[in-house]
């Protein structure tokens, strides 16, 4: 049996993402609206069901055909127009899937299947990323026909000169989404004229240039409608546009950060870290060497720093502002490497080492299955000690693919549950985020531990023969 050592280190620290719990894309809660849609059982009549199938076979004959040609035996001319031809065919189909994408919005399958987010259907439903998913969200939206709620009459699309050349093969998605995008920053105050005439001048430009030429064509019709930037600077404007994230850490274990901050929080902000990052004169009176990106960085730290330390944070999950760190025996031993924090981050160990130094420290031993063998404290399982374990167990949501972190995560009942043992063991619990807590509460995704390890089973529509996943993220399955 392999024995690891766990630190667990209740020490105020970097952790900035702490006080940025509020993701309403995690705490929208989906709402059923009908039980009896999952219609794969039901027999579907309808004569338009046969014109469906009946036009995907042919699509497929036709890609069929298209993939025995031999092009070798054709001519350059030719080569070079049947390219032509292909690629104009290829940049139509997409206006299907936008009728695709804006029916299923129109019918609410996503609420119906209780996912968060129309992204999050189309990636359970046909394996496409959420950025994709939210991209094609926003295609359906600026350019498939639009339904009138109250008699059901077809409008045109949103932006119906983007559609039109789309549906005709003269645009391709690039350029369509160049054009769209351009057109949802355009301010508020912009009169719909105009607004109008810019999408047709921009079509115009797109079907004789490449989407990177039309991309510096659209920066420049963004600055004839807004010449003093002065409709860009209204309230409105600046609420919609205002947004601030840290990414996940990349592969040198850097925070990618991206942002545009409103007036006021500007103003706070350059406001607290400007005495931080004053200049420091070495001992010897030499001048700092930092570079002022590297100053406000680092004033940044000490700014969360205080934050932390001042204790005044809102508490999570009954925990003041902490961060607890895993590594094995052998890692403390030799003093290198990188440990990983419930926040989902990555330290190096020698920064652990001095924190630890400063703070208190609770070894928690574990076997190789993951199954806690001893807490350091001699004390019975209370649902600190017990949510301290889970962290380190699970490291993040188990739901399979989620990226949430533990200390973002809440602890979910298992199969085997406390209703029939009346009393909660680690083995009874799993960490899920909120937003899979409630999926597999509310939807019957079937979740059990199985030598330390959690594996929740699907529901039939995601996946008919019900193979049980789990969360490779934080933990990967030994080969
Ligand atoms: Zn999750």
């Not at 949501?397 to 009346?422: N, V, Y």
Request: charged fraction near 25%.
């Amino acid at each position: 049996m392999q024995i690891g050592s766990v630190l667990s280190v209740a020490v105020p620290t970097v952790v900035l993402v702490s006080t940025t719990f509020d993701r309403p894309d995690l705490v929208s809660a989906p709402v059923l609206v009908d039980g009896g849609t999952d219609g794969s059982d039901e027999p579907d009549l309808s004569a338009e069901m046969d014109e469906l199938d009946a036009a995907l076979d042919d699509f497929a004959t036709v890609l069929d055909r298209l993939h025995a040609l031999d092009l070798t035996a054709y001519t350059d001319v030719r080569v070079e127009d049947g390219l032509r031809r292909y690629v104009a065919q290829c940049r139509r189909a997409p206006t299907v899937r936008h009728a695709f994408v804006a029916e299923v919005i129109d019918r609410c399958l996503p609420v119906a299947r209780r996912c968060s987010s129309t992204a999050a259907y189309l990636r359970n439903l046909i394996r496409i990323s959420a950025g994709e998913g939210r991209a094609w969200e926003r295609d359906a939206h600026d350019l498939a026909p639009r339904r009138a709620l109250s008699t059901g009459e077809v409008l045109p699309a949103r932006r119906p000169a983007v559609a039109a050349a789309v549906r005709e093969g003269a645009i391709g998605t690039s350029h369509a989404r160049a054009i769209t995008d351009t057109l949802r920053q355009v301010p508020a105050a912009v009169s719909t004229d105009e607004k109008v005439r810019a999408e047709v001048k921009l079509v115009r430009y797109a079907r004789r240039h490449d989407p990177n030429t039309l991309a510096r064509r659209c920066a420049e019709v963004l600055d004839e409608l807004d010449p003093d930037g002065s409709l860009g600077s209204t309230p409105e404007h600046r609420d919609r546009v205002r947004t601030f994230r840290i990414s996940a850490q990349n592969r040198h274990g850097m925070f990618p950060v991206k942002g545009l901050l409103s007036p006021e929080v500007g103003a706070m902000l350059t406001a607290a870290l400007s005495p931080l990052a004053a200049p420091q004169p070495g001992p010897d009176g030499s001048a700092d060497p930092r570079r002022v990106e590297q100053r406000d960085h680092d004033a940044l730290g000490e700014l969360a720093r205080r934050a932390l330390a001042a204790g005044d944070l809102p508490v999570r999950h009954g925990f003041a502002a902490t961060v607890l760190y895993t590594a094995t025996i052998d890692q403390i031993e030799a003093r290198t490497g990188e440990v990983s924090t419930a926040h989902g981050g990555r330290v190096p160990v020698r920064d652990l080492l001095r924190l630890a130094a400063e703070t208190r420290v609770i070894p928690l031993v574990f076997d190789s299955d993951g199954q806690v063998l001893h807490f350091g404290e001699e004390q019975r399982l209370a649902t600190g000690s017990q949510r301290h374990a889970l962290y380190l167990l699970d490291g993040g949501c188990t739901f399979e693919g989620c990226a949430i972190p533990a200390t973002w995560c809440q602890s979910a009942h298992g199969a085997e549950g406390f209703q029939t043992t009346r009393r909660t063991t680690i083995d009874d619990l799993a960490l899920l985020c909120g937003f899979h807590h409630r999926l597999v509460d509310t939807e019957g995704w079937f979740i059990e531990r199985i030598n330390g390890r959690v594996w929740i089973t699907p529901p039939k529509w995601i996946d008919p023969d019900q193979v049980p996943r789990t969360n490779e993220r934080f933990r990967p399955l030994q080969e």
